[in-house]
């Protein structure tokens, strides 16, 4: 069983920075890439950042220059830190692996962005 649980969610004002945190079960989470996705209120649910398991990262054009994703494979845990945060950034972002076929989901933490 996959468990994954994000952490670091909350109010920030615009040009505020978070760090969120997704703490993943077992032993197997270095063999896998990791992403970060988000969902807004009445969008869909979008691919924000993914790492592979060598660290290579890709960012979604919103994101690029403001958002960091890294991994601690000793910790079984994936970060992104978000600087420069926008009230677009609102959203609840999930934590997500694919593996063996299967998609797997944290619970997600909520982010607001506002004034």
């Known amino acids: 069983q996959v468990q994954l649980v994000e952490s670091g969610g909350g109010l920030v004002q615009p040009g505020g920075s978070l760090r969120l945190s997704c703490a993943a079960s077992g032993s197997i989470f270095s063999r896998y890439a990791m992403d970060w996705y988000r969902q807004a209120p009445g969008n869909e649910r979008e691919l924000v950042a993914s790492?592979?398991?060598?660290?290579?990262?890709n960012y979604a054009d919103s994101v690029k220059g403001r958002f960091t994703i890294s991994r601690d494979n000793a910790k079984n845990t994936v970060y992104m830190q978000m600087n420069s945060l926008k009230p677009d950034d609102t959203a609840v972002y999930y934590c997500h692996v694919i593996i063996s076929w299967h998609n797997y989901w944290g619970q997600g933490t909520r982010v607001t962005v506002s004034s």
């Open positions: 790492i592979t398991t060598e660290g290579n990262t």
